[in-house]
């Protein structure tokens, strides 16, 4: 009995809806995660890209839990000296709901260009509209 290898070309891929209304934002990202990565089909190959589309809706309905939405603070650099910048959650979910979503998945995904190739079939819409109907979508519950 031989372990079989999965190949780039032999991936099929499907399309999945998630409405995040009233989701955790912690557990919504690893199965967001898990689907991207395609640890939910058994031809799972942790070196090739084996996952599925994300398309994901309703990005600014989503929870955090505790004090988070105050208190978590979300870094970046601007590259230039002392140039150090700072926003909490509740302000970045009132300005860009969607970028929440995909900081939480893409700490979740592999750092490194197959996590980059990853995160690319991630969709994320803050309203509950999306133009991907033609690839007719699985809505998915989580």
Same mark, same amino acid.
């Given at each position: ?24 934002? /912690? ?16 031809? #799972? ?20 839990? /505790?004090?988070?939405?105050?208190? &978590?603070?979300? #870094? ?9 910048? /700072? ?50 979508? &699985?809505?998915?519950?989580?």
């Amino acid at each position: 009995m031989s372990t079989q290898v999965a190949k780039q070309n032999e991936v099929n891929r499907s399309w999945y809806v998630i409405d995040l209304n009233e989701q955790v934002l /912690g557990r919504a990202a690893t199965e967001i995660a898990r689907i991207l990565r395609g640890k939910h089909k058994p031809i #799972y190959t942790p070196s090739v890209d084996t996952g599925d589309f994300v398309v994901v809706v309703n990005a600014e309905k989503v929870k955090l839990t /505790g004090r988070k939405l105050g208190v &978590k603070t979300y #870094y970046h650099h601007t590259g230039y000296p002392g140039g150090i910048r /700072g926003i909490t959650a509740d302000k970045l979910l009132e300005k860009r709901p969607e970028e929440l979503l995909r900081i939480a998945v893409r700490g979740m995904l592999p750092k490194n260009k197959l996590g980059r190739q990853m995160l690319r079939k991630l969709k994320i819409y803050s309203g509950g509209d999306h133009p991907h109907t033609a690839q007719q979508p &699985k809505a998915m519950s989580l």
